[in-house]
């Protein structure tokens, strides 16, 4: 079953702009990744935050989590056109099979 | 120095002929995935093998077959294949030791089922 929920679908903004994507999810979690995936390309891990983290740096990415809420968003400052891509949030569940779940997903357009 | 490779890249064929994709991981990792990327970019996970033994399997047909010699191969097979297989296949591998999940991915197999 689908566990995460991403918002928005679609989002286009101008280069040098903030991009926030946000995701939900359903059960109780380890842990949170965002993913990105650049068209025709496999995923790539971007930054994981742990289900006792509230929130994680890496760069120009800023990940929160709000596990009362069940919900994550990803913040990309100071966007470039080669931030054009696909983000995905995906959760591992607490029984750690390894299973991880992939939300549908955030494409984002950055416009030079 | 591809960390997880697969192959082919693209395969066309027609409805009822069977065919296979191969990964291979160079990581050192000890579990490898299947996933299943639809036309909406939704990601669905098929199987999981650890150290060669099937750990998840999801609600996937049987015409779907994995198969895993080492742990650093996992190969699809698909037989009879239908028209709602095509989409994109993607293998992953992961150090199921380090208990966090982060997967390393592959390129993806683009498969058009006519």
């Known amino acids: 079953s689908q566990q995460g929920e991403e918002d928005p679908q679609a989002l286009s903004i101008q280069e040098g702009e903030n991009a926030t994507m946000n995701c939900s999810y359903k059960?109780?979690?380890?842990?949170l990744q965002w993913y990105r995936q650049n068209s025709g390309r496999g995923l790539v891990h971007l930054i994981l935050?742990?289900?006792?983290?509230r929130e994680k740096h890496s760069g120009r990415l800023r990940v929160t989590l709000d596990t009362s809420k069940k919900s994550s968003s990803l913040l990309i400052t100071a966007s470039r056109a080669a931030d054009t891509a696909s983000y995905f949030c995906?959760?591992?569940?607490?029984?750690?099979?390894?299973?991880?779940?992939f939300g549908q997903g955030t494409t984002l357009q950055v416009k030079p | 120095d591809t960390a997880v490779s697969q192959t082919p890249k693209y395969l066309v064929t027609q409805m009822g002929n069977d065919k296979s994709i191969k990964c291979e991981q160079n990581?050192?990792?000890?579990?490898m995935y299947w996933y299943k990327q639809d036309s909406k970019k939704f990601l669905k996970i098929m199987f999981s093998?650890?150290?060669?033994?099937?750990?998840i399997n999801e609600t996937v047909p049987n015409r779907f077959s994995p198969k895993s010699p080492d742990k650093a191969h996992l190969n699809l097979h698909i037989n009879s294949l239908e028209l709602g297989d095509s989409a994109v296949y993607f293998c992953?591998?992961?150090?199921?030791?380090?208990?966090?999940?982060?997967?390393?991915f592959g390129e993806g197999s683009r498969l058009t089922v006519l």
């Open positions: 935050i742990r289900s006792n983290e």
């Open positions: 093998y650890n150290n060669k033994e099937l750990i």
């Open positions: 990581l050192g990792h000890d579990t």
């Open positions: 995906a959760t591992v569940d607490l029984g750690n099979t390894g299973k991880l779940i």
């Open positions: 992953a591998s992961s150090h199921r030791g380090r208990q966090t999940g982060e997967l390393f």
């Open positions: 059960t109780s979690i380890n842990n």
